[in-house]
């Protein structure tokens, strides 16, 4: 839940109907001043688990691109099957929206942002530390000209999870 609550004041996030929040922190299994007991949440890697790993991984995505990673043909597949993806793609995107509705305040982000727009200081500023090996490669791999895009994709790490 930190993660939510941390990044939300970044973007400037906007959640349109407050309950999403809530809707969010039941997911989770942390529900704000409900602790399981008097001693609150186990730490370290005991509030990760197979129900809540995934969403986790998901919530950048869900918060600042409407749930949706974006893609591109890269030319190999039939035209059918790219109408279909595409109309996939569209209603997939329209339902997210309608049921999370999370407006980022991108311009907010990037006004506030003072360091150069590298998969590199980007993965320093949010993970606060210098990227493991494995990330550095994931990193590399990023193809993205959207700098937006790669931001989400660097909250969607791992790493970031367990900063």
């Given at each position: 839940?930190?993660?939510?609550?941390?990044?939300s004041p970044?973007?400037?996030?906007d959640?349109?109907d407050p309950k999403t929040l809530l809707?969010v922190?039941?997911?989770?299994?942390?529900?704000?001043f409900q602790?399981p007991?008097?001693?609150?949440?186990?730490?370290?890697?005991?509030?990760i688990?197979?129900?809540?790993?995934m969403?986790?991984?998901?919530l950048?995505?869900?918060?600042l691109?409407?749930?949706?990673i974006?893609?591109y043909?890269?030319g190999?597949m039939?035209?059918?099957?790219?109408e279909?993806?595409?109309q996939k793609?569209?209603e997939?995107k329209?339902k997210?929206?309608k049921k999370?509705?999370a407006?980022?305040d991108w311009?907010?982000f990037w006004?506030?942002?003072?360091g150069?727009?590298s998969a590199?200081?980007f993965?320093?500023?949010?993970?606060?530390?210098?990227?493991?090996?494995?990330a550095?490669?994931?990193?590399?791999?990023m193809?993205s000209e959207?700098?937006?895009?790669?931001?989400?994709?660097?909250?969607?790490?791992?790493?970031y999870q367990m900063?």
């Amino acid at each position: 839940m930190e993660k939510v609550i941390t990044t939300s004041p970044q973007f400037k996030i906007d959640y349109e109907d407050p309950k999403t929040l809530l809707f969010v922190q039941k997911l989770l299994n942390q529900i704000l001043f409900q602790p399981p007991n008097v001693a609150g949440w186990t730490g370290g890697r005991h509030w990760i688990d197979n129900s809540t790993l995934m969403l986790r991984l998901k919530l950048p995505s869900i918060a600042l691109n409407s749930g949706l990673i974006e893609w591109y043909d890269k030319g190999d597949m039939p035209e059918q099957v790219i109408e279909m993806a595409e109309q996939k793609f569209k209603e997939t995107k329209s339902k997210l929206q309608k049921k999370f509705r999370a407006v980022p305040d991108w311009n907010f982000f990037w006004k506030h942002w003072s360091g150069n727009k590298s998969a590199e200081n980007f993965a320093l500023y949010f993970l606060q530390r210098t990227p493991s090996d494995q990330a550095k490669k994931l990193m590399s791999k990023m193809s993205s000209e959207d700098k937006q895009d790669l931001v989400v994709e660097i909250l969607s790490l791992p790493e970031y999870q367990m900063c």
